[in-house]
């Protein structure tokens, strides 16, 4: 059986210039992604965006512009399903107090999950993990140049 699955994912960006990662160690793999997950039943994209920022970063975020939707075949890393990942330019309603670390996968004791700040003008697909993420960095840097 083939399925859909739906992701949403935020583009934050800070006033350096720099992007918001997401280290994570989940089903026995570390992969770096954007903040943002699965969209659940009965959700509205925005609505998911939001509840994925509260419950990754305890931050309220304010949607602020569609950026990408995939527009190619993806198969999920995880199962049979075939992944489609909106992706939206966000902005932060209150300084995020979450820790940042500046190494990838630096998780501490007993977390799967760490967050970077990483420059737009660095940044390379290679930072990231999945096909689309991968697409999204391209278009990100061609967007700022």
């Excluded at 998780?107 to 991968?134: C, H, L, M, P, Y």
Aim: glycine share 6%; net charge negative; charged share 25%.
């Amino acid at each position: 059986m083939s399925y859909f699955n739906v992701r949403v994912y935020g583009l934050l960006i800070n006033a350096k210039n720099e992007v918001l990662l997401s280290d994570e160690q989940e089903f026995g793999q570390k992969f770096t992604k954007f903040p943002g997950g699965g969209l659940e039943l009965g959700e509205g994209l925005i609505d998911a965006l939001k509840r994925e920022f509260i419950e990754e970063c305890n931050a309220e975020i304010e949607v602020t512009g569609h950026f990408y939707t995939t527009d190619f075949y993806e198969k999920s890393s995880f199962n049979d399903s075939q992944v489609i990942s909106i992706y939206y330019l966000v902005k932060e309603l209150h300084p995020l107090k979450i820790p940042f670390k500046t190494n990838i996968f630096d998780f501490d004791e007993g977390a799967t999950q760490s967050f970077r700040w990483v420059s737009i003008n660095s940044i390379n697909e290679d930072d990231v993990t999945f096909k689309t993420d991968k697409t999204v960095i391209n278009l990100l840097k061609k967007s700022i140049t």
